[in-house]
């Protein structure tokens, strides 16, 4: 069963930066296309970000040149690096692990950018 847990949220303002970390126990991840989700309150969850097992990456538009999808098979970990933060980012972000359509998912990370 594979497990996910994120780290590295916190509190953050405007223009900073904050990286989050999702590590995933389990034998799928290096085939595993994984993402980035967020939900903010009152609001459904978005996706954010993919990265394929080949490291293929896409973004939401709205993250599109701000956020940075990486992954790091050795160490079973998927990165989200957040530049140019916005009072718009702050959410709960979650992490997904999607391997042949099943999907598993992280607890979340709080993220809140203060203006």
């Known amino acids: 069963q594979e497990q996910l847990v994120e780290s590295g949220g916190g509190l953050v303002q405007a223009g900073g930066s904050l990286t989050l970390s999702c590590t995933v126990s389990?034998?799928?991840?290096?085939?595993?296309?994984m993402g980035w989700y967020r939900q903010a309150p009152g609001k459904q969850r978005e996706w954010v970000a993919s990265?394929?097992?080949?490291?293929?990456?896409r973004y939401a538009d709205s993250v599109k040149v701000r956020f940075t999808i990486s992954r790091d098979n050795a160490k079973n970990t998927v990165y989200l690096q957040m530049t140019t933060l916005k009072p718009e980012d702050t959410a709960v972000y979650y992490c997904?692990?999607?391997?042949?359509?099943?999907?598993?998912w992280g607890k979340g990370t709080q993220v809140i950018v203060s203006s």
């Open positions: 990265i394929t097992p080949n490291s293929g990456t």
């Open positions: 389990g034998s799928l991840f290096s085939s595993s296309s």
């Open positions: 997904n692990e999607n391997f042949v359509g099943i999907n598993y």
